[in-house]
DNA sequence: ATCTAATCGAGACGGTACGTCGAGTCTTCCC
DNA sequence: GGGAAGACTCGACGTACCGTCTCGATTAGAT
């Protein structure tokens, strides 16, 4: 039954498949360009090289360089960061920032500053970066938000996106200035903070 | 024996010197372009010629394209975020917000961004940063909040540096990422937040 | 029975037979483009859209671009350009100048340059133009031109392919250069000139 | 006198001035490479790397491959095919079409059939030929033909543009066709058809 | 009053990457 | 197997910006 619907709903497109291997080596030399020399010396002539691929395919599918080192970039980190539903704000503010801070610990946080970094300077990364990593995200964890808020656990005049800036903003303030070091208990102490406000209760 | 005093003192270079309404020319010729085309497009030979100097003399004194932006950074922000003492942590809290606020919703906020983003590839931007504005800066932020400590305005056990993270990386984040307008209004709203913290009173 | 002996007679080839429309309509849309936009312009894909066949037809029967626009050529020109048997030298100089000409003074003359053009640079075309026009003509007219020579008519000692450049040369010349514009009279004069030569008699 | 002249006339242009060294750089590599790969394989890639040139200082000076090759050509060729003065009507034909010939044997013949081939795809180039080779070379030729036609040498009815036609065309005709090899003999053989016609005297 | 040494404007230059385009090949499904 | 659709590799195109360089003109103090 369900082979049958299926063939009445997926019409194959006619001509040649697209190779999704094609795209994978694509993502994937791009990701490790980054990593290796940086957003500015990934250039699209390397990731061609590398990857096997030729310019043209890479550019059939994505409209610039930008766009191929972010859709790399949200592809590498989104299972690294699952969204994960836990019964109270504290936990849940808590959970999230500890589990940001852990992968901007890694050579995954270079990443993290080096897009943002290039979205200063490159108005391409700029709207790839907000369509396909933060808008989305954003878009997830707002339902989460708005259950805390029904519940009475969250302030009714917060802003959703307002709310989100609060959490991540200082651990990308650090991780791109680095006047200490990230660690864990950082982002323990930071989730107390951002729980409890500066004002003493 | 003036002269030989002079000379001794001063050492005076042979030749033409240094014209320094050129300097000045190529930095606010720089800071417009940034702020009427963004960084990627404000090109050196668009500094040039608005600057009416030529690339030569630009790359006499500074290294690169980036090394201009950070001067004329260095030159305009300073004297735009004069610190003020305030008596109560509400009061500073909601003042230095709006004040920052206020500077980076104008072109310096993009010259703000610059910086950070060059410190990502640039390990000389990132140190001449961190010394030449965070430190000092976050040393005389850490007097006043020692006091609003001391008169129970700030709960002990919150890190110092960690407070003015949750302070100003939120408006950091926001001035990068862009993923709403950067008002005076989410300023006074950030405040807010920061102070009472997510959890209800 | 009749299924057994065509198959034994005709030794069809198994599957599919040739679809010869598609043969002509790809011919067809290589004329059309060759004379609307030029050879460098008259692209594979653009004949493979306009006649509804597919590159991979395209390329199945011939080896390449060149031969594609020769074949449409050749089947064009062949045609309008018919051999005909005149009694005498001036007669068969004159009439052949003159056709010609008005051939070339059509839309074909620019075929002609196109493909003589792009012989010069891709080595298909002129070995195509060679076997599938030069060669099979000059043939032809040799054996007019040894009638000639046996009646007398045309000096022993001349080169039959010289006696074809002597006639066809000039105008090809003019047809590509252009420094004047191709008549019928100058046809008729070059006739004159070619049949009596330069000296005067 | 001519020093004061030559000092308000000449003023020198502001600037680095060009490298008259590069231009020739990218000539002569140019050539090389028609020679040696032909036209369509003599890429501007290829053309600067060889040449040591940048791809942007080639487009600087010329607006695509076909005007440096062109540039190239005149450059090259105006030189080689001195124009002689000779006294008779037929050592002038003999003369000329054998220092032709020889031209168009060597290396430099590839480079007129590519010039004229491209000049049947681009308008600029077919200008360019006809007013920096064709029509001045022409103007000058007519003078000794004037000559000739006032001695009684060459028949009054004869148009000039045609007389060179006739002498030219088949050359060129053969260059570009190339049935046959182009040689001296055939040369001396042309000369003397085309001085004295195909009809037997 | 020259001489020397540096600055400055103008702009040519080598280099590198960009994003595009066409040729020719390959892969899938349909008939 | 023939054919349409179209993905793919290859390689050249012409453009843009970077940072360097080479000129002549200019501007001072030194001789």
Redesign the pocket.
Known sequence: MQNVIEEGLLH?????????A??ERILKAGLDLLQEVGFA??????IAER???????I???W????AVLIDAFVERLTPELPIHDVSTLEEYVTFNLKQFTRVLMGSNGRLFAAVIAAAQTDQ?VQSAFLSHWIKPRRALFRTLLERYRAEGLLPDNYDFDQVLDVMYGPLLFLLMVRHVELTLAYAENLANMVLNGLLPR
Chains 1, 2, 3, 4 share one sequence.
């Open positions: 194959r497109a006619p001509g040649r498949p697209r190779d999704n094609v795209r010396n990934a250039t699209c002539d390397a990857s096997g691929a030729s310019k043209a395919t550019y059939r599918w409209p610039n360089k930008a391409d």
